[in-house]
């Protein structure tokens, strides 16, 4: 059974600084993994998705970056602003449902 | 092209009743898949129909249960309440090719609480 692990669970940062999120799971049988932001009572916005043909994935601000055969992804955030303060999760994708991690909260002070 | 939306966007129950919330997908998307969001469990995935029919089901109980419209959309039923059924629930629509070719994309979501 596929499981999602995020590490960490919470993470408060000034603004400006670059991080990384982080997303582990079990079962490298996969067809691609999606990083989701989520704002407060809100649905899901999808980031980016990486095929699992491929390393990594850039949108503006955002890269993320996949190692399948150690069953990790990781999200790098640069320049951090208080408008990227969200939970942020990872699912991936076999051929079940989507699986979810259960996010990171990020802060991102002013 | 309009997204998914779902209705109503919150919902107050009491245990024991029974409640229905509803999801229209995109245009054009003939799957739609439920999800459960709890801060102790997370996102869980509830079930997916596709054509009027439920094509995959996740684990949970009979009280659950859904279905599909000839326009796709798609409608979920809760019976008999219970305090531990209060989340948020999203729906997500696609193009119906199946997992894990399809892309889903996610309404607002509805928050359920039961007092």
């Known amino acids: 059974k596929q499981e999602v692990t995020q590490i960490p669970a919470a993470l408060s940062v000034p603004e400006g600084e670059n991080l990384v999120l982080n997303c582990s799971f079990t079962d490298s049988a996969i067809y691609n993994l999606q990083w989701f932001r989520q704002d407060p009572g809100k649905g899901l916005t999808s980031l980016l998705l990486?095929?699992?043909?491929?390393r990594e994935q850039t949108s503006g601000r955002l890269n993320a970056s996949l190692d399948k055969s150690s069953g990790r992804s990781t999200l790098y955030i640069a320049a951090s602003q208080p408008g990227d303060s969200a939970t942020y999760l990872c699912?991936?994708?076999?051929?079940?449902?989507?699986?979810f991690g259960k996010g990171t909260r990020l802060s991102v002070i002013a | 092209k309009a997204g998914v939306t779902q209705t109503p966007r919150y919902l107050i129950k009491t245990r024991g009743q029974q409640v229905t919330l509803s999801c229209s997908p995109i245009?054009?998307?003939?799957?739609v898949s439920w999800y459960q969001q709890t801060p102790g469990q997370g996102l869980q995935f509830l079930f997916e129909y596709f054509s009027e029919t439920q094509r995959n089901k996740g684990n949970f109980p009979g009280r659950f249960s859904g279905r599909q419209f000839s326009n796709s959309r798609s409608e979920m039923n809760v019976s008999t309440l219970e305090l531990g059924d209060s989340a948020l629930y999203l729906c997500?629509?696609?193009?119906?090719?199946?997992?894990?070719?399809?892309?889903?994309?996610f309404g607002p979501g509805t928050r359920l609480t039961v007092l």
């Open positions: 699912a991936v994708q076999g051929n079940t449902p989507l699986v």
């Open positions: 997500a629509s696609s193009l119906g090719q199946g997992f894990p070719t399809d892309t889903q994309y």
């Open positions: 245009s054009g998307h003939r799957s």
């Open positions: 990486i095929q699992s043909s491929q």
